[in-house]
């Protein structure tokens, strides 16, 4: 695992993150359909996203037209817009720091196996104090 593919869904406060070799078009194409199937067809979804080239691909847009998704991208040197960005201090505070992951893969588990911990303790102080030292709008 190289790159993380995160998305908080703003309803809930629930991360879901998909761990990747690669962060090509294809890959971002694949988390998206994983998405696309945790909600209804008919509930539109809105992705925010930065410039990345992968996220400007035109397969990635076609694909967001034809599955009910509008994909938002940030302004450039503005990921302060996007809420996700204050939830990677506390995962790089408790899987990160101090770490030394002999594989990729454990790697990956610890942040999938942080991201359910996360998930069922989004409320506890020690969180949201982490989530607080980074500002978002």
């Not at 593919?5 to 988390?31: E, N, P, W």
């Not at 998930?119 to 030292?133: G, H, S, V, Y």
Request: charged share 30%; aromatic share 10%; proline share 2%.
């Amino acid at each position: 695992m190289k790159h993380l593919l995160a998305v908080l869904d703003l309803k809930t406060d629930q991360l879901y993150g998909h761990a990747s070799k690669t962060k090509k078009h294809q890959d971002i194409l694949r988390f998206f359909c994983v998405l696309r199937r945790r909600f209804h067809r008919s509930e539109r979804l809105y992705i925010i996203l930065d410039n990345f080239s992968p996220h400007l691909h035109h397969k990635v847009k076609e694909w967001a037209a034809t599955n009910n998704v509008e994909l938002i991208y940030t302004p450039t040197y503005a990921s302060w817009l996007n809420r996700i960005e204050c939830h990677f201090g506390p995962l790089r505070k408790f899987v990160l720091e101090g770490s030394d992951f002999a594989k990729q893969q454990d790697l990956a588990l610890a942040i999938q196996a942080y991201l359910r911990w996360r998930n069922k303790n989004k409320r506890k102080a020690i969180i949201l104090r982490e989530q607080n030292k980074i500002k978002v709008v």
